[in-house]
């Protein structure tokens, strides 16, 4: 089993910057993916950004040149540094892992952009 607890969420104006955590427990050592989604009031869930094991990362056209994903293997944790942020970033944000049978989710976490 694999615990993830996102933190880091908040109300923002556009143009700001957030950075957003996931802290990783239990069987981490099975993971071999972490990244981010998100979900907009009455939209579905999208994919934003992971980050491999070895390091290599993978970002929405959205949001590319302005989130920046990166981990902490010491501290078993994914962040995911927000930039330039805009209205239509507005999203409970989630982290999800990937292991080789199982993926895993967290609580998620609200961002909110104000124009």
């Known amino acids: 089993q694999v615990q993830l607890v996102e933190s880091g969420g908040g109300l923002v104006q556009a143009g700001g910057s957030l950075r957003l955590s996931c802290a990783a427990s239990g069987s981490i050592f099975r993971l071999n993916t972490m990244g981010w989604y998100r979900q907009a009031s009455g939209k579905q869930r999208e994919f934003v950004a992971i980050?491999?094991?070895?390091?290599?990362?993978s970002y929405a056209d959205s949001v590319k040149g302005r989130f920046t994903i990166s981990g902490d293997n010491a501290k078993n944790t994914v962040y995911l540094q927000m930039n330039s942020l805009k209205p239509e970033d507005t999203a409970v944000y989630y982290c999800?892992?990937?292991?080789?049978?199982?993926?895993?989710w967290g609580q998620g976490t609200q961002v909110t952009v104000s124009s």
């Open positions: 999800r892992a990937v292991a080789p049978s199982y993926v895993y």
């Open positions: 980050i491999k094991s070895g390091g290599s990362t």
